[in-house]
């Protein structure tokens, strides 16, 4: 017999504390949201904020704007969901492609508290934003979280297929 996971429905995110929940469980319940409604939605992006502006824990981080490609559509359509402190908007739907992500698999491998684990282990700055995508750019295998630092003023990725962190400002 399979055993069937839990996931929470939109009114118990809603009342629950935002700070209670894993970064992985707020995307799993958004795209449970999503494919209700596009059956073959496939998240191509999710981007933090984090609450004032600036975050140096992953809890710190309580909006989110989820980008999923819905191939069933021609061209390939987007469907966005908003998420703010528990709280999950509708889905709007976008008759454009979204372009220069690949497909990010779920489920994923890495949840964001290990990604700021592994960002803290190099950099005590904090951050203004987290970006989990999987761009279209030649030598990039995986996905990664990018952090937008705010002092130095620099973007770290943390890979989540192999837990390199690395820079746009060339160190580590």
Do not use: C
Not at 18 to 29: D, K, P, R, V
């Amino acid at each position: 017999m399979t055993q069937s996971k839990h996931v929470p429905s939109a009114n118990e995110a809603h009342t629950a504390s935002w700070s209670f929940f894993s970064f992985l469980s707020i995307l799993e319940t958004a795209t449970y949201l999503v494919q209700q409604v596009h059956p073959q939605a496939q998240l191509y992006e999710a981007d933090g904020t984090p609450m004032h502006g600036q975050g140096r824990t992953a809890h710190d981080v309580n909006k989110w704007r989820f980008v999923f490609n819905d191939p069933s559509t021609r061209p390939n359509s987007t469907v966005i969901l908003f998420y703010e402190d528990g709280t999950y908007g509708h889905p709007l739907y976008i008759d454009q492609p979204w372009l220069e992500d690949r497909v990010i698999d779920l489920p994923l491998t890495m949840d964001l508290d290990h990604a700021v684990k592994l960002l803290r282990e190099h950099y005590a700055s904090a951050f203004s934003a987290v970006t989990l995508r999987y761009p279209l750019y030649p030598g990039v295998e995986h996905p990664s979280y990018i952090f937008t630092l705010i002092d130095p003023p620099i973007h770290v990725f943390i890979d989540i297929g192999d837990h390199r962190v690395s820079s746009d400002s060339g160190k580590q």
